[in-house]
């Protein structure tokens, strides 16, 4: 007699995050008596992920669903095996494959959507840092232009009422003066009052230019003082240094050669000052005592500091050497001759060794 078979269908429940759901795994066939009595069939399932096994054969249990909750991404395989009414198992084996995708965050398209975002972002905070600096340093560059350019019109107006005010007057009072000695040491004062006038506002600059009036200031400092100052000018300097950049050019020499007498203890020093491919290059040096008594090496003093912003402004970069070209102390100096402004290099700590 043939026997009649009728199908149970087995579902499979799954759970990935916070959604659900449901797959219909396949049809069991069991014959008509068996469809009578439900609690005499036990099923047992399977699972694999990418080919290993995820859960082995579970209990032989009545239920025709399995519920698995949070199931990681993969490729899945499903297996049902189920026992007749005396407990045996049937031979067939049905079985579902399904594939659970990854979440979006775990995607390669979201990788790049974040490390683009993330790109703009560093981006845009670069460049709102960057526009920061920028403003910052335009500030502080015009605050010093500022303060130069006060410092500059006292010191004029000083050496104006130093030569138009004592100046004069000592002149009247050498003209009535008949006494020999004292009509000598008149013109000392007045030569004095000239020299201190004439460091104060450096007026020679813009009749003379910037190289004779180095060599102006190269000569009277060798005549007051101990140090024997050997001095290379170019005249080309004249052609690219004028006005308020030739007086940053002549402060920046004049300071130099004042630490050269307040502290290097030396006998010898030498002054060039020149353009070479592109750039005005200055370089003083002395056989003194070195870094180690030159306040440019340690901690700077007003004068220095001061110095180093006139660099600053004319974009230009200054090294210190520590065994110069005369054994001692040796600055030089990198300005653009084009007066392009450029960060400068180096910092007060900047020394090397010659």
């Not at 004069?168 to 009072?173: G, Y």
């Not at 070209?325 to 040796?330: A, N, T």
């Given at each position: 007699m043939k026997k009649n078979y009728s199908n149970i269908m087995f579902?499979?429940?799954?759970?990935?995050?916070?959604?659900?759901?449901?797959?219909?795994?396949?049809?069991?066939?069991?014959?008509?008596?068996?469809?009578?009595?439900?609690?005499?069939?036990?099923?047992?399932?399977?699972?694999?992920?990418?080919?290993?096994?995820?859960?082995?054969?579970?209990?032989?249990?009545?239920?025709?669903?399995?519920?698995?909750?949070?199931?990681?991404?993969?490729?899945?395989?499903?297996?049902?095996?189920?026992?007749?009414?005396?407990?045996?198992?049937?031979?067939?084996?049905?079985?579902?494959?399904?594939?659970?995708?990854?979440?979006?965050?775990?995607?390669?398209?979201?990788?790049?959507?974040?490390?683009?975002?993330?790109?703009?972002?560093?981006?845009?905070?670069?460049?709102?840092?960057?526009?920061?600096?920028k403003y910052i340093n335009s500030l502080q560059n015009d605050f010093f232009r500022q303060l130069t350019e006060t410092r500059e019109e006292e010191r004029k107006r000083i050496a104006r009422e130093l030569h138009d005010g004592i100046g004069q007057s000592l002149v009247l009072l050498k003209a009535r003066q008949e006494e020999e000695r004292f009509s000598s040491q008149i013109q000392l004062l007045i030569d004095d009052i000239k020299r201190i006038s004439g460091n104060l506002h450096p007026v020679y600059i813009t009749s003379m230019g910037l190289s004779m009036s180095l060599e102006y200031l190269i000569r009277n400092i060798d005549e007051v003082s101990s140090v024997?100052?050997?001095?290379?000018?170019?005249?080309?300097?004249?052609?690219?240094?004028?006005?308020?950049?030739?007086?940053?050019?002549?402060?920046?020499?004049?300071?130099?050669?004042?630490?050269?007498?307040?502290?290097?203890?030396?006998?010898?020093?030498?002054?060039?000052?020149?353009?070479?491919?592109?750039?005005?290059?200055?370089?003083?040096?002395?056989?003194?005592?070195?870094?180690?008594?030159?306040?440019?090496?340690?901690?700077?003093?007003?004068?220095?500091?001061?110095?180093?912003?006139?660099?600053v402004l004319l974009g230009g970069e200054y090294k210190i050497v520590e065994k110069g070209e005369l054994g001692g102390f040796e600055i030089s100096f990198k300005i653009p001759i084009s007066g392009q402004c450029k960060k400068n290099k180096q910092n007060d700590k900047n020394i090397i060794s010659g």
């Amino acid at each position: 007699m043939k026997k009649n078979y009728s199908n149970i269908m087995f579902c499979l429940f799954v759970s990935i995050g916070i959604y659900s759901q449901v797959y219909p795994c396949g049809l069991y066939p069991f014959d008509e008596g068996e469809l009578y009595l439900p609690g005499s069939i036990g099923y047992s399932y399977k699972l694999t992920r990418n080919g290993e096994t995820y859960q082995d054969w579970s209990e032989p249990s009545h239920k025709v669903s399995a519920h698995f909750p949070l199931l990681p991404s993969g490729n899945y395989t499903f297996m049902v095996k189920a026992t007749n009414r005396h407990g045996e198992w049937r031979d067939r084996c049905i079985s579902y494959t399904f594939t659970i995708p990854p979440p979006f965050w775990k995607t390669g398209w979201f990788f790049i959507l974040l490390f683009a975002l993330s790109g703009g972002v560093a981006l845009v905070i670069y460049r709102t840092r960057t526009r920061h600096v920028k403003y910052i340093n335009s500030l502080q560059n015009d605050f010093f232009r500022q303060l130069t350019e006060t410092r500059e019109e006292e010191r004029k107006r000083i050496a104006r009422e130093l030569h138009d005010g004592i100046g004069q007057s000592l002149v009247l009072l050498k003209a009535r003066q008949e006494e020999e000695r004292f009509s000598s040491q008149i013109q000392l004062l007045i030569d004095d009052i000239k020299r201190i006038s004439g460091n104060l506002h450096p007026v020679y600059i813009t009749s003379m230019g910037l190289s004779m009036s180095l060599e102006y200031l190269i000569r009277n400092i060798d005549e007051v003082s101990s140090v024997y100052f050997k001095s290379t000018i170019s005249r080309e300097v004249d052609e690219y240094f004028k006005k308020e950049k030739a007086l940053h050019i002549y402060r920046i020499v004049q300071e130099s050669l004042n630490n050269i007498i307040k502290h290097s203890d030396a006998d010898e020093a030498l002054i060039s000052v020149g353009i070479k491919s592109g750039f005005l290059k200055i370089k003083v040096a002395d056989n003194g005592k070195g870094t180690a008594c030159n306040p440019a090496a340690g901690k700077p003093s007003m004068g220095l500091k001061t110095m180093k912003e006139r660099i600053v402004l004319l974009g230009g970069e200054y090294k210190i050497v520590e065994k110069g070209e005369l054994g001692g102390f040796e600055i030089s100096f990198k300005i653009p001759i084009s007066g392009q402004c450029k960060k400068n290099k180096q910092n007060d700590k900047n020394i090397i060794s010659g």
